[in-house]
């Protein structure tokens, strides 16, 4: 099978245009010692049916589970066929972040709905075109803040997300700017710890809607402190919990990050995911990334262009607050499509089955010997469930022996918490499904 | 290109007119020009303190965005409202309705280093 289209006739041309004898001679300005002498180090080519049959044997290898009860923030829920079949339309899977962007009207419209989905779901007043994902999100939100506020000093609560706080820490290395993490008590966001850290020089706090630990969070109670002293408010929302909860701009919110890889992706192994991004219409001029608008033409007919681009870097330079200038298009748009399909009462459904089918999961589990819920706050689709040996140890005995992945280690991300398991029941777990993690778990 | 006599100037392009403790911010007719189309001026809220030469704002226009820098120090009593809707009054009357902050300065002898009319002219020229 020809991988390289060029022949020797096509090479021939190019060499002469550029007046060089032979592909020798054009590599001759690099030294020899830094010259491939010999043949790679591959095995034979193969042909295409060759191959083909060499990666079928590879995919052998894969084990399959049968149920997954890990979240963290990436879950597993059903995705409607009807979302595959559209996504994979060519003009959908083409389509990147346009460029020359009002000759694809098709893409800005999609990429439109996508912002006006994520504001109905938030209740904020704009929302961008998507960002990679909900880490990412979380580290742009807090570089918008410190630049617009021209402060210092940012408080991420210790119940957001810790890989959030690590990308948090990456993204804004260098800087001159003060990460400070807020302890929890009993699992949310401790107060009182929040509101010494809370002083003249804070640019925002990042709080998490469920916390990490499945708890509900008192937002109003934050927003009220970092207010005060004129900060902002950034909440990292789960978009299928939010259909149950108070949207977090009714909270306060300045900025609402989050994960959008729940709303009908694949687990992907991890990626890719979907950040979304939604500000107040006050911060509209630092919003990062893309953002599409619907408007008229002179004719008064309706289209849709990239806006305000004056935010971004190839105006801005080096006073841009961001340079992404892209978005998650494909992923944004099967995510709009999954909105679409589901709709308001559609996604509530997803959301009070998964809470129902977490709650009957983790009470089953809890009444085993060892086993008990670790906080006692109330929790939506995920709980912190105590165990009698460490969770690690018992995520890797089952997983062998029944194949079944029964949580998130929270030792891994928390001291003290190596007999934390995180469990996460999502609308698409049977009864079976439940029952098998609990007797597996038993024994 | 229009340069008022009776103003004064910085390098950075701003104006000043001077009334008492009272100094009027704008921008010249020469950066408006170099700007062009001013889409919009985020100004901060009045009761701002400033530092001479420090940045308190910045003026997007459709290719370029700049900041605003303070030509003096002291506390931001007024903002231009007008700016909010209509930014282009800056390209239009950048000496008259286009201007952007009145400060209360705290320290007149600043005003010493800024430039003359004459002065600027030659250094836009």
Aim: charged residues 25%; glycine residues 8%.
């Amino acid at each position: 099978m020809p991988y390289i289209p060029n022949t020797d006739a096509d090479r021939k041309v190019m060499l002469d245009k550029i007046g060089v004898g032979s592909f020798e001679e054009l590599l001759k300005p690099i030294p020899e010692k830094l010259r491939l002498k010999g043949p790679l180090n591959l095995p034979e080519a193969l042909s295409e049916m060759e191959l083909l049959r060499e990666i079928e044997e590879i995919s052998k290898k894969n084990s399959s589970l049968k149920a997954i009860f890990a979240g963290g923030g990436v879950y597993d829920h059903f995705i409607p066929q009807a979302l595959n079949n559209l996504l994979s339309r060519p003009e959908f899977v083409t389509a990147y972040t346009p460029y020359q962007a009002e000759v694809s009207q098709g893409t800005l419209q999609v990429i439109y709905e996508f912002q006006s989905c994520i504001c109905r779901l938030t209740g904020m007043d704009v929302a961008n075109a998507s960002m990679y994902d909900g880490a990412s999100a979380a580290a742009e939100a807090v570089s918008l803040s410190a630049a617009n506020r021209r402060k210092s000093k940012v408080l991420v609560s210790e119940t957001v997300n810790p890989l959030y706080l690590d990308v948090i820490k990456t993204y804004l290395a260098g800087r001159e700017i003060e990460i400070v993490t807020v302890p929890h008590a009993g699992g949310v966001t401790d107060y009182n710890k929040l509101k010494e850290s809370v002083d003249d020089k804070t640019a925002c706090v990042v709080t998490a809607q469920p916390n990490f630990f499945g708890l509900i969070e008192d937002i109003d109670a934050v927003s009220e402190l970092i207010h005060n002293v004129g900060g902002h408010l950034i909440v990292a929302v789960d978009p299928i919990a939010a259909m149950l909860l108070k949207t977090p701009a009714e909270c306060g919110a300045d900025i609402v990050v989050g994960e959008g890889q729940p709303l009908g992706l694949p687990l992907n192994f991890g990626g890719p995911l979907l950040g979304f991004f939604a500000v107040k219409k006050e911060l509209i001029r630092s919003l990062p990334g893309r953002l599409a608008a619907k408007t008229v033409d002179i004719e008064g007919k309706p289209g849709f262009v990239l806006t305000l681009q004056t935010r971004e870097q190839h105006i801005r330079r080096d006073k841009a607050t961001s340079n992404i200038c892209t978005n998650q298009a494909l992923c944004a748009t099967a995510a709009t499509i999954y909105m679409s399909l589901l709709g308001k009462s559609g996604l509530k459904r997803v959301a009070l089955l998964s809470m129902e089918k977490t709650h009957k999961a983790v009470d089953a589990i809890c009444s085993l010997p060892g086993y008990e819920v670790c906080f006692d706050g109330p929790y939506i689709r995920e709980a912190a469930v105590k165990t009698p040996v460490p969770a690690g140890e018992i995520i890797d005995r089952i997983l062998d022996r029944d194949g079944i992945l029964p949580g998130i280690d929270l030792g891994r991300f928390y001291a003290g918490m190596d007999n934390v398991l995180l469990v996460a029941v999502t609308e698409k777990r049977t009864d079976e499904e439940i029952d098998m993690l609990v007797k597996a778990l038993k024994g | 290109m229009d340069t008022p006599s009776d103003l004064k100037y910085t390098k950075e392009h701003e104006w000043l007119r001077i009334d008492g403790n009272t100094a009027t911010v704008g921008i010249t007719d020469y950066a408006q020009g170099e700007l062009g189309d001013v889409v919009f001026v985020e100004l901060p809220a009045a009761g701002t303190e400033v530092e001479l030469m420090k940045p308190f704002g910045t003026i997007e226009a459709v290719k370029a965005v700049s900041d605003i820098f303070s030509p003096v120090t002291g506390k931001i009593v007024e903002i231009n409202e007008l700016l909010e809707n209509d930014p282009m009054v800056v390209n239009r009357d950048p000496y008259g309705d286009g201007w952007m902050v009145k400060v209360e300065m705290t320290d007149t002898g600043e005003l010493g280093q800024l430039l003359s009319a004459d002065d600027y002219l030659k250094l836009i020229q």
